[in-house]
C-alpha cells in the first residue's frame, strides 16, 4: 500500500513508520465499525432529547464537577525533541478546564465513575478541523492510562448494550468484553474521590508528535496533581461527606498540575492496554493556578444537540 515520504497514508494519515493500522488490516471494516459506532452514539443523544431531557447531554462525561480558569505554561528548557506547535519554551496559553464524571447519566459527584479531565487552550493559532473552533485546542484526558476495550467490535456491542437505557444495562454491557477488559471497566467506573483536583488523569491513546520520519514520535500526556500536602484520613472523610459535591465547594483555592507531557520511545501498540508500560520521560510543560472561585461557572449548555461538541 503506497505511503508518503513520512510513513503516512496520504488519505488519513495513518503513521505506519509509528505501528498504525487498520483494524484487522481492512480499511473499510474499520471505516463501516466507525460509522456504526458513531451511529449508536447520535441516536442515544437524539432519543434522550426527544424525551425532554434538558439541557442536551452528552453520550459520555454528562455532568460536569465544574470548570476552572488556568494558565498552560511550557518550561523554557523544555526537551528540544517535544518542541512542536504550541510546545515552545516559554509559550504561554489561558485556559478553561472542565472536570466531569464519566457517566452517560448525571449522577452525584459520590457514586463510584470514571473522571475526567478536558483543557481547552485559546488563542491557538493553525488550521483546525472543527470551522468553530478556529483559536484552541482541547486535551482530553482521564483517570487511567489506557482505554478499557481495544477492539472496534466489542467497543460496539459494548456500546448497544450499554446505550439501551437504564443504569442496569450499563452493568450489563461488562458481558461484551473479555478478561482484562472486564476489570479495566470495572477499575475505571469505580473510583471514588473527595476532590476533582486530587486526581491523576492521563491521554488514553497515543498522538503523533512531528511529522519528519527521523524526529516524530508517539506521545502520551497526564496531568499529575502537586499537592501541598495530604490531609489526614478524617478529613478526607470529613470533605467527600460534605453537601454540595463539586468545584464549588473548593472556591478560593488553586491547584496545580505538572508532568503534562509524556513520551513513548516506543511505537504505538493496538493493544491499548499495553502502552502503559511505554511511558517514560518528562516535558517540562506546566498546568499552573487552575483556579476556583470567582472563576467557577457550570459548563455553559445548550437545548439544542450539535454532534461536533457532545460525540
Known amino acids: 500500500m503506497e505511503t508518503t515520504q513520512h510513513g503516512m497514508m496520504p488519505d488519513d494519515y495513518i503513521d505506519t513508520q509509528l505501528g498504525e493500522r487498520y483494524y484487522k488490516d481492512r480499511k473499510e471494516l474499520e471505516e463501516i465499525l466507525t460509522s456504526e459506532i458513531v451511529d449508536i ?3 442515544f443523544i437524539d432519543r434522550r432529547f426527544q424525551e425532554g431531557r434538558r439541557p442536551a447531554l452528552r453520550d459520555a462525561h454528562a455532568q460536569d464537577n465544574g470548570c476552572v480558569r488556568a494558565v498552560f505554561r511550557v518550561d523554557p ?14 509559550q504561554e496559553y489561558n485556559a478553561w478546564i472542565r472536570f466531569s464524571n464519566g457517566n452517560s447519566e448525571v449522577l452525584s459527584g459520590r457514586w463510584p465513575d470514571a473522571r ?5 487552550l485559546v488563542g491557538v493559532e493553525g488550521r483546525k478541523l472543527l470551522d468553530d473552533e478556529s483559536h484552541t485546542q482541547d486535551f482530553v484526558l ?11 467490535q ?14 442496569w444495562r450499563q452493568y450489563l454491557a461488562l458481558a461484551k468484553l473479555r478478561g482484562r477488559e472486564v476489570l479495566l ?5 469505580a473510583t471514588l474521590t473527595i476532590n476533582p483536583l486530587f486526581c491523576q488523569y492521563w491521554s488514553m491513546t497515543p ?16 496531568a499529575k496533581p502537586r499537592l501541598p500536602g495530604r490531609r489526614g484520613i478524617l478529613g478526607r472523610i470529613a470533605t467527600f461527606l460534605a453537601p454540595g459535591f463539586s468545584l464549588k465547594k473548593n472556591a478560593g483555592h488553586s491547584g496545580r498540575y505538572g508532568d503534562v507531557v509524556r513520551f513513548l520511545h ?46
Open 116 to 120: 475526567g479531565m478536558a483543557i481547552k
Open 266 to 311: 516506543s511505537t504505538i501498540r493496538r493493544r491499548s492496554y499495553a502502552d502503559r508500560g511505554l511511558e517514560s520521560g518528562m516535558a517540562g510543560i506546566h498546568l499552573e493556578t487552575a483556579t476556583c472561585g470567582k472563576d467557577y461557572h457550570s459548563v455553559p449548555r445548550t437545548d439544542v444537540p450539535r454532534a461536533g461538541h457532545t460525540l
Open 207 to 222: 498522538y503523533r508528535l512531528g511529522v519528519d520520519a527521523d524526529t516524530k514520535m508517539a506521545i502520551k500526556f497526564t
Open 154 to 167: 466489542r467497543y460496539k456491542d459494548t456500546l448497544m448494550t450499554f446505550h439501551s437505557g437504564g443504569l
Open 41 to 43: 452514539i447520535r441516536q
Open 185 to 189: 471497566a470495572i477499575k475505571v467506573n
Open 77 to 90: 528548557d523544555l526537551d528540544p525533541r517535544l518542541r512542536y506547535g504550541i510546545f515552545q519554551p516559554g
Open 142 to 152: 482521564a483517570n487511567n492510562p489506557v482505554f478499557f476495550v481495544d477492539d472496534l
